[in-house]
Protein backbone atom coordinates (compact mmCIF):
# COMPACT_ATOMS: atom_id res chain seq x y z
CA UNK A 1 0.00 0.00 0.00
CA UNK A 2 1.43 3.58 -1.02
CA UNK A 3 -1.13 4.98 1.32
CA UNK A 4 -1.75 8.80 0.49
CA UNK A 5 0.43 9.86 -2.42
CA UNK A 6 0.39 13.93 -4.03
CA UNK A 7 2.08 14.94 -7.02
CA UNK A 8 3.96 17.51 -7.29
CA UNK A 9 6.42 17.58 -4.01
CA UNK A 10 7.67 20.86 -4.96
CA UNK A 11 6.05 23.54 -7.45
CA UNK A 12 7.33 27.26 -7.73
CA UNK A 13 4.28 29.30 -9.93
CA UNK A 14 4.09 33.02 -11.18
CA UNK A 15 1.23 35.17 -10.33
CA UNK A 16 -1.86 34.60 -12.17
CA UNK A 17 -0.70 30.90 -13.26
CA UNK A 18 -2.96 28.22 -12.37
CA UNK A 19 -1.73 24.93 -11.53
CA UNK A 20 -3.98 21.63 -10.18
CA UNK A 21 -2.33 19.54 -7.09
CA UNK A 22 -3.01 15.82 -7.29
CA UNK A 23 -4.33 13.52 -4.54
CA UNK A 24 -4.63 9.55 -4.52
CA UNK A 25 -5.47 7.09 -1.65
CA UNK A 26 -5.52 3.07 -2.30
CA UNK A 27 -6.94 2.65 1.41
CA UNK A 28 -10.47 2.67 0.12
CA UNK A 29 -11.40 5.67 2.19
CA UNK A 30 -14.60 7.60 2.14
CA UNK A 31 -13.67 10.93 3.26
CA UNK A 32 -10.62 12.93 2.13
CA UNK A 33 -9.48 16.51 3.26
CA UNK A 34 -6.82 18.95 1.44
CA UNK A 35 -5.11 21.38 3.66
CA UNK A 36 -2.69 24.05 4.03
CA UNK A 37 0.06 24.46 6.89
CA UNK A 38 1.50 28.00 7.23
CA UNK A 39 4.27 29.17 9.30
CA UNK A 40 2.94 29.23 13.27
CA UNK A 41 -0.72 28.49 11.64
CA UNK A 42 -0.76 24.96 11.98
CA UNK A 43 -3.22 22.94 9.36
CA UNK A 44 -6.02 24.55 8.10
CA UNK A 45 -8.50 22.48 6.35
CA UNK A 46 -9.57 24.22 2.74
CA UNK A 47 -12.29 21.71 1.14
CA UNK A 48 -13.00 17.83 2.28
CA UNK A 49 -14.95 15.29 0.41
CA UNK A 50 -17.23 13.25 2.55
CA UNK A 51 -17.84 10.78 -0.25
CA UNK A 52 -17.16 10.11 -3.70
CA UNK A 53 -19.65 12.66 -5.49
CA UNK A 54 -19.46 14.97 -2.88
CA UNK A 55 -17.06 18.01 -1.87
CA UNK A 56 -17.38 21.21 0.84
CA UNK A 57 -16.04 24.01 2.09
CA UNK A 58 -13.65 23.99 4.74
CA UNK A 59 -11.88 27.05 6.76
CA UNK A 60 -10.18 28.51 4.40
CA UNK A 61 -11.49 27.86 1.11
CA UNK A 62 -11.44 31.16 -0.45
CA UNK A 63 -8.99 31.12 -4.11
CA UNK A 64 -9.27 26.96 -4.68
CA UNK A 65 -11.33 24.40 -6.29
CA UNK A 66 -11.40 20.61 -5.91
CA UNK A 67 -12.44 17.88 -7.64
CA UNK A 68 -13.27 14.52 -6.00
CA UNK A 69 -12.61 12.40 -9.38
CA UNK A 70 -13.65 8.84 -8.33
CA UNK A 71 -13.30 7.03 -4.83
CA UNK A 72 -9.24 6.85 -4.92
CA UNK A 73 -8.39 10.67 -6.25
CA UNK A 74 -9.38 14.19 -5.07
CA UNK A 75 -7.47 17.38 -6.61
CA UNK A 76 -6.71 21.11 -5.48
CA UNK A 77 -6.97 23.47 -7.94
CA UNK A 78 -5.55 26.62 -8.15
CA UNK A 79 -7.11 28.81 -10.89
CA UNK A 80 -5.04 32.70 -10.78
CA UNK A 81 -2.37 31.64 -7.95
CA UNK A 82 -1.75 34.53 -5.71
CA UNK A 83 1.30 34.84 -3.17
CA UNK A 84 -1.03 34.56 -0.10
CA UNK A 85 -1.15 30.64 -1.84
CA UNK A 86 2.51 29.79 -1.08
CA UNK A 87 1.99 27.42 1.81
CA UNK A 88 2.70 23.66 1.98
CA UNK A 89 -0.54 21.61 1.03
CA UNK A 90 -1.64 17.96 2.43
CA UNK A 91 -4.35 16.34 1.54
CA UNK A 92 -5.71 13.34 3.75
CA UNK A 93 -7.71 10.20 3.73
CA UNK A 94 -10.22 8.80 6.33
CA UNK A 95 -11.96 5.56 6.65
CA UNK A 96 -15.68 5.37 7.70
CA UNK A 97 -15.92 5.83 11.39
CA UNK A 98 -12.67 5.90 12.41
CA UNK A 99 -11.28 9.05 13.88
CA UNK A 100 -7.94 9.48 12.92
CA UNK A 101 -7.05 11.15 9.35
CA UNK A 102 -3.86 9.38 7.19
CA UNK A 103 -1.66 12.20 5.47
CA UNK A 104 0.53 12.07 2.64
CA UNK A 105 3.82 13.54 1.96
CA UNK A 106 2.75 17.45 1.04
CA UNK A 107 2.99 19.66 -1.98
CA UNK A 108 5.59 22.75 -1.11
CA UNK A 109 4.09 25.77 -3.10
CA UNK A 110 5.81 28.73 -3.68
CA UNK A 111 3.63 31.70 -6.03
CA UNK A 112 6.11 34.81 -6.92
CA UNK B 1 -9.82 33.02 15.66
CA UNK B 2 -7.64 29.79 16.43
CA UNK B 3 -10.09 27.54 18.04
CA UNK B 4 -6.94 25.40 19.38
CA UNK B 5 -3.90 26.73 20.33
CA UNK B 6 -0.55 25.35 21.73
CA UNK B 7 1.68 28.56 23.33
CA UNK B 8 4.26 26.72 23.83
CA UNK B 9 6.29 26.79 20.11
CA UNK B 10 9.56 24.56 21.08
CA UNK B 11 10.49 21.97 23.90
CA UNK B 12 13.93 20.69 24.98
CA UNK B 13 14.20 17.66 26.96
CA UNK B 14 16.89 15.49 27.92
CA UNK B 15 16.76 11.68 26.87
CA UNK B 16 15.04 9.05 29.04
CA UNK B 17 12.78 12.15 30.78
CA UNK B 18 9.20 13.11 30.42
CA UNK B 19 8.42 15.55 28.14
CA UNK B 20 5.00 17.25 28.67
CA UNK B 21 3.20 18.87 25.45
CA UNK B 22 0.29 21.47 26.13
CA UNK B 23 -3.07 22.39 24.44
CA UNK B 24 -5.88 24.59 24.94
CA UNK B 25 -9.11 24.99 23.17
CA UNK B 26 -12.64 27.29 22.89
CA UNK B 27 -14.92 24.90 21.03
CA UNK B 28 -17.03 22.91 23.72
CA UNK B 29 -18.54 21.23 21.28
CA UNK B 30 -15.16 19.40 20.13
CA UNK B 31 -16.11 15.50 20.52
CA UNK B 32 -12.60 14.03 19.79
CA UNK B 33 -8.89 15.32 20.42
CA UNK B 34 -6.14 13.74 18.63
CA UNK B 35 -2.45 14.17 18.93
CA UNK B 36 -0.32 13.75 15.57
CA UNK B 37 3.56 13.64 15.18
CA UNK B 38 5.58 15.36 11.77
CA UNK B 39 8.57 14.87 10.85
CA UNK B 40 10.75 17.16 8.42
CA UNK B 41 9.19 16.66 4.45
CA UNK B 42 6.41 13.98 5.77
CA UNK B 43 3.02 14.06 6.53
CA UNK B 44 1.56 14.85 9.93
CA UNK B 45 0.94 10.46 11.76
CA UNK B 46 -1.42 9.84 13.97
CA UNK B 47 -0.66 9.59 17.57
CA UNK B 48 -3.06 8.78 20.05
CA UNK B 49 -6.31 10.54 20.64
CA UNK B 50 -9.03 11.02 23.55
CA UNK B 51 -12.84 11.30 24.04
CA UNK B 52 -14.60 14.37 25.11
CA UNK B 53 -16.02 11.77 27.51
CA UNK B 54 -12.47 10.86 29.22
CA UNK B 55 -9.91 12.30 31.31
CA UNK B 56 -7.07 10.06 30.38
CA UNK B 57 -6.14 7.60 27.69
CA UNK B 58 -2.37 5.70 27.55
CA UNK B 59 -0.89 4.06 25.00
CA UNK B 60 2.37 2.48 25.97
CA UNK B 61 4.51 5.86 26.73
CA UNK B 62 2.36 8.13 25.76
CA UNK B 63 -0.60 9.70 27.77
CA UNK B 64 -3.18 12.00 27.03
CA UNK B 65 -4.87 13.38 29.49
CA UNK B 66 -8.19 15.95 29.12
CA UNK B 67 -9.51 18.66 31.69
CA UNK B 68 -13.00 19.76 30.18
CA UNK B 69 -13.69 22.29 32.97
CA UNK B 70 -10.04 23.64 32.07
CA UNK B 71 -10.42 23.39 28.18
CA UNK B 72 -7.00 21.91 28.50
CA UNK B 73 -5.60 18.88 27.48
CA UNK B 74 -1.99 17.51 27.15
CA UNK B 75 0.23 14.69 25.82
CA UNK B 76 2.90 13.25 28.36
CA UNK B 77 6.02 11.03 26.88
CA UNK B 78 8.06 8.56 29.26
CA UNK B 79 10.35 8.12 28.63
CA UNK B 80 10.96 10.55 25.89
CA UNK B 81 13.89 8.88 23.33
CA UNK B 82 15.48 10.92 20.53
CA UNK B 83 13.37 9.40 18.01
CA UNK B 84 10.78 11.52 19.14
CA UNK B 85 12.32 14.68 18.13
CA UNK B 86 9.82 15.96 15.99
CA UNK B 87 6.68 18.58 15.50
CA UNK B 88 3.64 17.73 17.36
CA UNK B 89 0.39 18.77 16.66
CA UNK B 90 -2.52 18.91 18.82
CA UNK B 91 -5.68 18.53 17.08
CA UNK B 92 -9.77 19.00 17.85
CA UNK B 93 -12.77 17.04 16.01
CA UNK B 94 -16.19 18.10 15.91
CA UNK B 95 -18.05 15.98 12.97
CA UNK B 96 -14.84 14.36 11.62
CA UNK B 97 -13.24 17.66 10.96
CA UNK B 98 -10.14 18.59 12.19
CA UNK B 99 -8.73 21.53 13.85
CA UNK B 100 -5.19 21.94 14.68
CA UNK B 101 -2.80 23.87 16.78
CA UNK B 102 -0.03 25.26 15.82
CA UNK B 103 2.33 22.40 17.04
CA UNK B 104 5.33 21.97 19.40
CA UNK B 105 8.88 21.09 18.02
CA UNK B 106 10.51 18.67 20.08
CA UNK B 107 13.89 18.09 20.90
CA UNK B 108 15.29 14.84 22.80
CA UNK B 109 18.46 15.67 24.08
CA UNK B 110 21.17 12.44 23.91
Known amino acids: NAGVTQTPKFQVLKTGQSMTLQCAQDMNHNSMYWYRQDPGMGLRLIYY???????DKGEVPNGYNVSRLNKREFSLRLESAAPSQTSVYFC???????????FGPGTRLTVT | DQQVKQNSPSLSVQEGRISILNCDYT??????FLWYKKYPAEGPTFLISISSIKDKNEDGRFTVFLNKSAKHLSLHIVPSQPGDSAVYFCAASKDYKLSFGAGTTVTVRA
Open chain 2, 27 to 32: NSMFDY
Open chain 1, 49 to 55: SASEGTT
Open chain 1, 92 to 102: ASRRRGYLGQY
